[in-house]
């Protein structure tokens, strides 16, 4: 059983040590009001004045001289190696919905580890902020009120089979793949409804859109993937 770290019953939010634009972290934090730190996450947090409520992971790169500043039982040290701090606070916060700033933009290597861990913990819902758009694991449906024209890109980590309505080039059983078809720069013509047969679909919306994504992630609409075995 993994160790749960962080329980929350409203959603979290998640800061890492990568680019936080400006207005980043306030925006989360007027939605999901818990703070949590993925290692190096937490000097973005201080330097906004935010002491975090807690920071995850293996602290190979929070300094000495600012974790002293943090209270000893916030700082949970994860200490294995073969996951980044971002998959280690993941999968040790338990909450309806995560919002994570700090993790586009910066290193495509760094971001490429994000959307893995987002495709391997696809049963934790995470909204990763961004400067103009905000990025998902795709729920089993997904239906989300969007202005005409606005860009929705969808690419596949594993093989998937996806159904839409409301995009001008529909899905309509579109087998996807990361070697295959993927669906980059797709357009809305008003509210959309996408369905998948299967975890390993990443969503590219608006940022204007967060709250829309949220308000359906929180619905009891809206369903989970299953806890992958690990």
């Known amino acids: ?18 680019e936080v634009g400006a207005g980043d972290l306030e925006l ?7 703070l949590v730190a993925a290692d190096s996450g937490a000097l973005a947090a201080l ?11 293996d602290m190979d790169s929070l300094p000495a001289l600012h974790r002293v500043h943090i ?8 200490a294995e190696q073969d996951s980044t701090d971002f998959d280690k606070a993941l999968r040790h916060i338990a909450a ?9 933009g910066g290193r495509v290597d760094h971001q490429l580890a994000t959307f893995n ?26 239906e989300l009120d969007l202005v005409p024209g606005d860009v929705v890109s969808l690419f596949p980590l594993a093989p998937v ?24 720069s797709n357009r809305a013509t008003g509210p959309v409804v996408i369905e998948a047969d299967g975890p390993g679909l990443l969503a590219m919306v608006p940022r204007g859109a ?12 809206c369903g989970r993937w299953p806890v992958r075995a690990e």
Request: net charge neutral; proline share 9%.
């Open 71 to 78: 209270p000893e039982e916030r700082l949970h040290r994860v």
């Open 47 to 57: 330097a906004q004045g935010r002491m975090p409520d807690a920071v995850i992971g």
């Open 28 to 34: 989360a934090l007027e939605r999901a009001s818990t």
């Open 117 to 142: 861990a987002l495709v391997r913990h696809a049963d934790r819902p995470c909204v990763l902020i961004g400067a103009v758009e905000v990025v998902f694991h795709l729920p089993p449906r997904l």
């Open 1 to 18: 059983m993994k160790l749960v770290i962080v329980e929350a019953s409203e959603p979290v939010t998640l800061v890492g040590g990568g």
């Open 210 to 221: 967060l709250d829309g994504v949220i308000r359906w992630f929180l619905s009891p609409r």
């Open 161 to 184: 089979t996806a159904r839409s309505a409301g995009l001008f080039w529909p899905l309509e059983g579109l087998r996807m793949a990361p070697d295959g078809q993927i669906g980059t």
């Open 96 to 104: 309806p919905l995560v919002l994570g700033v700090g993790f586009l």
